[in-house]
């Protein structure tokens, strides 16, 4: 236990330290969703609310800062990998949980949820609580446990609407070994607090003519009529690099195995189904890899069994050490002369970089009283964050598909700053009295332009005429 402690205490002394020095801005989503904490709300157009709540809490307790953002994955993160190794060390001994508390840290898709604040950091956590609470609901068929259950598959729900999951996979695990349980009523007792806990998500949407469904909807559905083997691979490259390779390689080992003993096919049916979903549905349209993320989350506990057991285990961890620090520090990539198998311009890490700039620019153009606009919700979010005293900003949708922007009021008439990544939109020119000032700013990332903005101060901007959008 002394060093499952100081091995996530020193990782979250790194995190710390990571936000607090090196030049990583707050990525568009992350911004975004510190802009909704500014706008509370029982849910939000693409995602439940939870992570607007978690913001708001943060912020007013440490201010409009990267840290006050990005602390809230990093303490889940640490509290998820001490409850990971209790669980596991009750279910397979001392050193399976040992490699379930520590090696998930290291792979990709793990350390970009312990940093990044999107709403994967609030869903992994959890889901994997209500992983935890459903196996002893199982094993004990105790009200308590059921209840709990219930609770913390509700505030999955409230994190991110593939918790969802949790219900065909408990009834798919429910039927192949414990139907018994399954014909007692206090498994059913858990449906209680999940729904209570839905009810706010409910309730907006009917408000707001259900467009959270018809955006989830619209992602799982928009697809081409033949099979696309292109975005197949893409997500499965994507799955393999979450989890740094060798993991996710004896993923099938391990899966296969389990399905003789029902302590260790519980994990297997609460992360191989929501897999092969996203699986199928990268067949037919692009799939992004986080997606599936949260399926691993069970996956880790089972495969720190087999690990245990194998002689990949030191190369498991080299390896997503590797990965680890590469991930963290991109431009070593350029001195190990690899730049060629991920350039600049490809860099995920460079969603971070330029909007600090960005806003410096900005802030340094306007007086204080020209609304700041942009037809991006990303740019806009982030122009929220670094602009000098945080003044609300604006999205108008010139074709785009729709987001939260477009269900808040647009006051935005007067002298406005509008900012794009291409020069300014002819429709938008029109509808103002001509350019005060316009500056070109290009973002440089390991010696190259990743980015280019283009800054606007329009004198006297009226109401754009919209394009609402067909998509959702």
């Not at 990709?108 to 312990?114: A, R």
């Not at 030191?314 to 991109?330: E, G, N, Q, R």
Request: with cysteine; glycine share 4%.
């Amino acid at each position: 236990m002394k060093f499952v402690l100081a091995f996530n205490l020193l990782l979250l002394i790194f995190r710390v330290l990571y936000v607090l020095f090196y030049p990583l801005d707050l990525t568009p989503e992350e911004a975004q969703y510190w802009d909704w904490s500014r706008h509370l709300d029982l849910s939000y157009y693409s995602k439940p609310p939870m992570v607007a709540y978690l913001n708001f809490l943060t912020r007013s307790l440490f201010g409009n800062t990267e840290l006050a953002v990005r602390i809230t994955p990093i303490i889940l993160s640490f509290l998820l990998s001490i409850a990971t190794y209790l669980f596991v060390r009750r279910l397979f001994g001392e050193k399976p949980a040992l490699i379930a508390s520590t090696l998930p840290q290291l792979t990709v898709g793990f350390s970009i949820n312990s940093l990044l604040m999107t709403t994967d950091a609030p869903f992994i956590f959890f889901w994997s609580l209500s992983l935890m609470a459903l196996f002893y609901a199982f094993e004990k068929n105790q009200t308590g446990w059921w209840l709990l259950s219930g609770t913390m598959a509700g505030l999955a729900f409230l994190s991110k609407y593939p918790a969802l999951f949790l219900l065909p996979s408990a009834l798919l695990y429910g039927l192949f070994y414990h139907r018994n349980v399954l014909r007692s009523l206090k498994p059913y007792m858990s449906l209680l607090p999940a729904f209570l806990l839905s009810l706010p998500v409910l309730y907006w949407n009917i408000k707001h003519d259900f467009v959270s469904f018809r955006h989830v909807s619209s992602l799982a559905t928009r697809s081409a009529q033949l099979i696309n083997l292109e975005t197949f691979l893409e997500f499965l490259g994507g799955q393999v690099l979450l989890l740094s390779l060798l993991p996710f390689l004896l993923l099938p080992y391990a899966w296969l195995k389990s399905l003789k003993d029902k302590e260790t096919a519980f994990f297997t049916l609460f992360s191989l189904p929501p897999l092969l979903f996203f699986v199928f549905l990268s067949l037919f349209k692009r799939a992004e890899a986080n997606w599936s993320g949260f399926s691993y989350a069970g996956a880790m506990m089972l495969l720190s069994l087999y690990l245990s057991r194998s002689i990949l285990l030191i190369p498991a961890y080299l390896v997503s050490l590797f990965l680890f620090i590469l991930l963290h520090f991109t431009p070593l990539i350029d001195k190990l002369k690899l730049t060629k198998l991920l350039p600049p311009e490809r860099d995920p890490t460079k969603l971070g970089i330029g909007w600090s700039e960005l806003g410096r620019v900005v802030s340094s153009m306007r007086t204080g009283e020209e609304k700041l606009i942009s037809p991006h919700y990303q740019i806009s979010a982030e122009l929220a964050f670094y602009v000098s005293g945080n003044p609300r900003t604006y999205c108008i949708n010139l074709g785009r598909r729709m987001n939260q922007y477009d269900l808040w009021d647009k006051d935005y008439e007067g002298d406005a700053i509008f900012v794009d990544y291409v020069p300014i939109n002819q429709r938008v020119l029109e509808k103002s009295d001509g350019i005060i000032s316009g500056v070109e700013l290009p973002i440089y990332w390991r010696g190259r332009v990743v980015e280019r903005f283009y800054i606007y101060k329009l004198k006297n901007l009226k109401k754009v005429e919209e394009d609402m959008p067909g998509s959702y």
